[in-house]
């Protein structure tokens, strides 16, 4: 197995010093993907030059497997050396506010007047100048539902719908106010001066996806990701891979919370009206309590509202339904089972150390090990 190092596409193997173990996939207990700083040393007889932005790619047999941004650099005289700071492709997107202005035209990413989830992902990477393939994820199921519906015969019924993430939509409207106390159009924020604080980065609204919708970015090309389902790949022990470091029990738990379902069953033109004038309050809609100390809070952003299209529905009489239902909690239906109740869960936590591997994306990290050409897996497993 070989490993090399390009710098804006020039060769340093000679020049590189040292380099940390470097991250295959690296994801939070909640699922949501981290962008990890990676330091690597370059000595300062390297030809090429190092600038922010500088673009550092890892190759395994050609592979490649890392492809990273230069975010810091500092010389160090007694080594005679640059200490070199890495982040992921990924960290463009954090460098984007979700507004109208930065997103500019969205037209190539609606789905009649509305987002799909998958299509809102393509737009965040795309406008980065990132390409997204979510071919694996587009029909992923999410939930069955129960739900009432009332036809203009007065006819009450009682079905049930599988719910895919496709199924769903989203406003624009509503997206651009995501994360503010009120709601109201996109130009009425955008002249609010004290809203834009709690404008929320691109990055932020994908990682609560990943983590809502159960799927994660893999990294597969030049600038190039493409989207898979999370899950709890188990690395089996065998003769290569028998060297296990550790293994433990880490406590997560949350306070309750109280989840108001203020949007429950709210119509898609009773939805355009709060949000295409000014002002309205929604202090109603969701209360998190602090988890307090030694337990973990997870961010919930006020109007990032997902609705269920009536495609999602069965309609057996096909006469003048409610044209979108609002899923209660669809939007977060893992995020509530998981961790909106009060409840206290252990996990397994497995290190596991072996050879270099390039096929586990499904576990908690995956950091590779150039010099000694091994991985260092942590895997978990809630109990």
Same mark, same amino acid.
């Given at each position: 197995?070989?490993?090399?190092?390009?710098?804006?596409?020039?060769?340093?193997?000679?020049?590189?010093?040292?380099?940390?173990?470097?991250?295959?996939?690296?994801?939070?207990?909640?699922?949501?993907?981290?962008?990890? &700083?990676?330091?690597?040393?370059?000595?300062?007889?390297?030809?090429?030059?190092?600038?922010?932005?500088?673009?550092?790619?890892?190759?395994?047999?050609?592979?490649?497997? #890392?492809?990273?941004?230069?975010?810091?650099?500092?010389?160090?005289?007694?080594?005679?050396?640059?200490?070199?700071?890495?982040?992921?492709?990924?960290?463009?997107?954090?460098?984007?506010?979700?507004?109208?202005?930065?997103?500019?035209?969205?037209?190539? #990413?609606?789905?009649?007047?509305?987002?799909?989830?998958?299509?809102?992902?393509?737009?965040?990477?795309?406008?980065?100048?990132? $390409?997204?393939? $979510? &071919?694996?994820?587009?029909?992923?199921?999410?939930?069955?539902? &129960?739900?009432?519906?009332?036809?203009?015969?007065?006819?009450?019924?009682?079905?049930?719908?599988?719910?895919?993430?496709?199924?769903?939509?989203?406003?624009?409207?509503?997206?651009?106010?995501?994360?503010?106390?009120?709601?109201?159009?996109?130009?009425?924020?955008?002249?609010?001066?004290?809203?834009?604080?709690?404008?929320? $980065?691109?990055?932020?609204?994908?990682?609560?996806?990943?983590?809502?919708?159960?799927?994660?970015?893999?990294?597969?090309?030049?600038?190039?990701?493409?989207?898979?389902?999370?899950? &709890?790949?188990?690395?089996?022990?065998?003769?290569?891979?028998?060297?296990?470091?550790?293994?433990?029990?880490?406590?997560?738990?949350?306070?309750?919370?109280?989840?108001?379902?203020?949007?429950?069953?709210?119509?898609?033109?009773?939805?355009?009206?709060?949000?295409?004038?000014?002002?309205?309050?929604?202090?109603?809609?969701?209360?998190?309590?602090?988890?307090?100390?030694?337990?973990?809070?997870?961010?919930?952003?006020?109007?990032?509202?997902?609705?269920?299209?009536?495609?999602?529905?069965?309609?057996?009489?096909?006469?003048?339904?409610?044209?979108?239902?609002?899923?209660?909690?669809?939007?977060?239906?893992?995020?509530?089972?998981?961790?909106?109740?009060?409840?206290?869960?252990?996990?397994?936590?497995?290190?596991?150390?072996?050879?270099?591997?390039?096929?586990?994306?499904?576990?908690?990290?995956?950091?590779?090990?150039?010099?000694?050409?091994?991985?260092?897996?942590?895997?978990?497993?809630?109990?």
């Amino acid at each position: 197995m070989t490993f090399s190092v390009t710098l804006d596409g020039h060769n340093i193997d000679d020049h590189l010093i040292q380099a940390a173990k470097i991250p295959f996939v690296e994801y939070t207990r909640a699922g949501e993907p981290i962008i990890s &700083s990676v330091k690597i040393v370059i000595s300062s007889g390297c030809p090429y030059n190092i600038s922010i932005n500088s673009v550092v790619a890892f190759y395994q047999n050609g592979n490649l497997f #890392y492809y990273g941004l230069v975010k810091g650099k500092e010389y160090d005289n007694e080594t005679a050396a640059y200490n070199v700071t890495l982040e992921s492709m990924l960290t463009l997107l954090r460098e984007k506010i979700i507004d109208q202005t930065t997103m500019g035209d969205i037209s190539a #990413y609606l789905y009649g007047p509305n987002f799909r989830p998958t299509l809102l992902m393509k737009c965040y990477f795309e406008k980065c100048g990132l $390409t997204l393939d $979510t &071919s694996l994820i587009d029909n992923l199921m999410l939930a069955q539902m &129960s739900y009432i519906f009332y036809t203009t015969r007065g006819l009450t019924m009682m079905g049930t719908a599988n719910i895919s993430l496709n199924n769903l939509w989203q406003r624009p409207a509503t997206l651009f106010a995501i994360n503010q106390s009120y709601a109201a159009s996109a130009d009425f924020i955008d002249a609010d001066n004290d809203a834009k604080s709690s404008k929320i $980065t691109f990055w932020d609204h994908f990682c609560r996806m990943c983590s809502n919708f159960g799927v994660v970015p893999i990294m597969v090309g030049v600038k190039s990701y493409k989207m898979v389902q999370s899950g &709890s790949f188990a690395v089996a022990d065998d003769d290569s891979y028998t060297k296990k470091i550790a293994t433990d029990y880490a406590m997560y738990s949350m306070d309750s919370v109280a989840v108001r379902a203020l949007w429950t069953g709210l119509q898609s033109n009773w939805l355009d009206a709060y949000y295409n004038g000014a002002k309205t309050n929604i202090t109603d809609q969701v209360l998190v309590n602090d988890a307090g100390s030694g337990k973990t809070t997870l961010p919930w952003y006020n109007n990032d509202i997902w609705f269920a299209a009536n495609g999602a529905i069965v309609n057996s009489l096909g006469d003048n339904l409610t044209t979108y239902f609002m899923i209660p909690d669809i939007r977060y239906s893992s995020l509530v089972q998981k961790y909106f109740e009060e409840a206290v869960k252990n996990f397994l936590v497995t290190k596991i150390e072996g050879p270099a591997r390039f096929d586990q994306v499904a576990v908690r990290s995956n950091l590779i090990d150039i010099y000694n050409e091994t991985s260092e897996i942590v895997q978990e497993t809630s109990l």
